[in-house]
Nanobody, 125 residues
Framework: QVQLVESGGGLVQAGGSLRLSCAAS????????MGWFRQAPGKEREFVAT???????YYSDSVKGRFTISRDNAKNTVYLQMNSLKPEDTAVYYC???????????????????WGQGTQVTVSS
């Protein structure tokens, strides 16, 4: 069982930056693939970025070049650095973990059995 706790959300003006953190419990964090998803009001939860246990990363087209996902296995923490924020980035951001290994990147909600409670990010225009 893995427990995930996000932090770092808030209100920022368009063009600004935020860094989200996700602290994970458990001794097997380093072997998990980690992901960030977001959900805007009235919309489905969507994939943002993922980082494999190996450190390789994959991003949605909507955030590629602006967001960076990283992990610190010594701290059991995954980060999402968000730059050049836009009003359309406004959403609740969720951290997710999956123990499933493999070469593929997991980009669907169903691929992650463990979720955090979410942190609100609001970007004003």
């Amino acid at each position: 069982q893995v427990q995930l706790v996000e932090s770092g959300g808030g209100l920022v003006q368009a063009g600004g930056s935020l860094r989200l953190s996700c602290a994970a419990s458990g001794r097997t964090f380093s072997s998990y693939d980690m992901g960030w998803f977001r959900q805007a009001p009235g919309k489905e939860r969507e994939f943002v970025a993922t980082i494999k246990w190996s450190g390789s990363t994959y991003y949605s087209d909507s955030v590629k070049g602006r967001f960076t996902i990283s992990r610190d296995n010594a701290k059991n923490t995954v980060y999402l650095q968000m730059n050049s924020l836009k009003p359309e980035d406004t959403a609740v951001y969720y951290c997710a973990a999956t123990p499933y290994s493999g070469s593929a990147y997991y980009t669907s909600v169903s691929g992650y059995p463990y979720w955090g409670q979410g942190t609100q990010v609001t970007v004003s225009s």
